[in-house]
């Protein structure tokens, strides 16, 4: 059976799959890229050693899966030229809301796999939740771990729906972490404290508290109440975290993420 991959999209997400790979060992030759960005080809030719196309060929009819990494708003555009040649292929997708029936409609294809990644995929410290449709075989499975591996963890859901909400809380999530350290920076700077060190210590800080988190097996609840001191500074911030509505908002946030996937599979799943 044939090894070879393809992308559709070489942006961001692709290249943190592509750069997992290549330091895993797997060949360039075996990994095809549709990219119509110059200097995004360029960038991957340079990084990976890959000749990736400007646009769709006959050559993708070598692939065994394909890797949809395009933006959603897009997929309907990139999906025309690349279909005649891939309909046999397992089709993964990486895009955010569009759902497996739209990419099955599009694409020709029986085999799809939702997935969404995180960008800490860049470093091998992702998780990318997956959602398998009813003709993906236990081969593909493995295909699909296989390929993801070097970027992070995996995890499976059951129901498809449930993709949008793994997008809401882990594909979103790196930014809504990042929001928090830079108002914490902020705060920290207004207080005297230079950029530099106050970002330091903000993230030394986050990357230790979900180390805790992660090795004592504790709740975050648990956690937070052993920090909180009767009468001390945690106890004066997280009371005013409660008083501004800080906790209901970022459920909000994670609900409005939620929501807009649901919104990008009806907007752009249509053919
Ligand atoms: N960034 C993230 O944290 C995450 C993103 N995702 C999903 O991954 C997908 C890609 O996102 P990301 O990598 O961030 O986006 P990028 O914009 O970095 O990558 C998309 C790439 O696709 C290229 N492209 C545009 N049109 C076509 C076409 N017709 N054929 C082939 N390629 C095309 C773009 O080129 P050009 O720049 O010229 O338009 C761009 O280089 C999205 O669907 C998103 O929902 C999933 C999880 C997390
Ligand atoms: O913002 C987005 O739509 C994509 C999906 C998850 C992370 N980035």
């Known amino acids: 059976m044939s090894s070879c991959i393809a992308f559709i999209g070489g942006g961001n997400m692709a290249s943190a799959i592509i750069g997992g790979l290549r330091r895993a060992g797997y060949p360039a030759e075996d990994l095809l890229v549709v990219e119509p960005f110059e200097a995004q ?6 990084d990976f050693g890959l000749r990736p196309m400007a646009t769709a060929d006959a050559a993708l ?9 395009v933006k959603p708003q897009l997929f309907q555009e990139a999906a025309a030229p690349v279909a005649p040649h ?10 955010a809301g569009l759902r497996a029936d739209s990419i099955a409609r599009a694409t020709g294809a029986a085999r799809v796999v939702r997935g969404m990644p995180n960008t800490p995929a860049l470093i091998g410290q992702g998780i990318t939740g997956l959602h398998a449709s009813t003709a993906v075989t236990a081969d593909d499975r493995a295909l699909v771990e296989q390929l993801l591996q070097a970027t992070g963890r995996t995890l499976w859901v059951d129901a498809e729906g449930d993709l949008d909400t793994v997008t809401a809380l882990s594909g979103s999530g790196p930014a809504y972490f990042f929001f928090l350290v830079e108002h914490m920076v902020a705060a920290a700077r207004t207080l005297g404290l230079d ?6 210590l903000a993230l030394a800080t986050c990357g230790g508290a979900a180390a805790l988190a992660l090795q004592s097996g504790e709740s975050p609840t648990a956690l937070r109440e052993k920090v909180t001191s009767k009468g001390g500074t945690t106890h004066a911030a997280i009371t005013s975290l409660q008083a501004d509505g800080v906790g209901d908002a970022i459920e909000r946030a994670v609900k409005a993420a939620h929501r807009r996937a649901g919104e990008l599979g009806d907007e752009f799943g249509r053919g």
């Open 86 to 95: 891939v309909g046999g292929a397992l089709q993964l997708s990486v895009m």
């Open 195 to 200: 950029e530099a060190k106050a970002r330091e």
């Open 61 to 69: 009819s070598r692939a065994r899966a394909v890797v949809w990494a």
């Open 41 to 46: 080809r360029e960038r991957l030719a340079a």
